[in-house]
Antibody
Framework: EVQLLESGGGLVQPGGSLRLSCAAS????????MNWVRQAPGKGLEWVSS????????FYADSVKGRFTISRDNSENTLFLQMNSLRAADTAVYYC????????????WGQGTLVTVSS | EIVMTQSPVTLSVSPGERATLSCRAS??????LAWYQQKSGQAPRLLIY???TRATGIPARFSGSGSGTEFTLTISSLQSEDFAVYYC?????????FGGGTKVEVK
């Protein structure tokens, strides 16, 4: 059974940093592009970042480029999102998402971890 | 960036009736279009990918159609568990983008 378990969310002040983790199991993690998608309270879904199966290629939404860094540890089946210079607009539930195949639509999602940026 | 626009924002439907949801892309996404269902407090659930292919376990009452810039999700006979928010997503190119969502509510 595929499982994605996010952790690392919490309350942080504007300008602060957080590191999110997503522990994956039930599939061959090292062969999939992995993704972060977020959802601000009461709002829609926003793709944040993706990383290729070997970590060599990364992609970011303009809204987080230069502030967030996606990475992965295939030996530990874990996906990360390092978030720096956090803003109130980054407040959201952050989901880890696995694609169905080589294409970037997502058949499995974690339960999400809430990041709140507030003073 | 490809902008995805969903309509209507809210759709009021009676159980057993048909629901038709629309998604428009600001430029062609060919058929690289997915639909998700999200219930309150839950993660999204993949319904449809490749415009019209149902994901594993999705009932046949859900169907998708369209191509290029105009897409439709149809729920043929709404069940109680179908009242939720639905999102479309293009995965033709970066950045991946979602529509703003359509809330299907009980009439």
């Amino acid at each position: 059974e595929v499982q994605l378990l996010e952790s690392g969310g919490g309350l942080v002040q504007p300008g602060g940093s957080l590191r999110l983790s997503c522990a994956a199991s039930g599939f061959t993690f090292s062969t999939y592009v992995m993704n972060w998608v977020r959802q601000a309270p009461g709002k829609g879904l926003e793709w944040v970042s993706s990383i290729s199966d070997n970590g060599g290629d990364t992609f970011y939404a303009d809204s987080v480029k230069g502030r967030f860094t996606i990475s992965r540890d295939n030996s530990e089946n874990t996906l990360f999102l390092q978030m720096n210079s956090l803003r109130a607009a980054d407040t959201a539930v952050y989901y880890c998402a696995k694609p169905l195949s080589d294409y970037h639509h997502f058949d499995y999602w974690g339960q999400g971890t809430l990041v709140t940026v507030s003073s | 960036e490809i902008v995805m626009t969903q309509s209507p924002v809210t759709l009021s439907v009676s159980p057993g009736e048909r629901a038709t949801l629309s998604c428009r892309a600001s430029q062609s996404v060919i058929s690289y279009l997915a639909w998700y269902q999200q219930k309150s407090g839950q993660a999204p659930r993949l319904l449809i990918y490749g415009t019209s292919t149902r994901a594993t376990g999705i009932p046949a009452r859900f169907s998708g159609s369209g191509s290029g810039t105009e897409f439709t999700l149809t729920i043929s006979s709404l069940q109680s568990e179908d009242f939720a928010v639905y999102y479309c997503q293009q995965y033709y190119n970066w950045p991946l983008t979602f529509g703003g969502g359509t809330k299907v509510e009980v009439k």
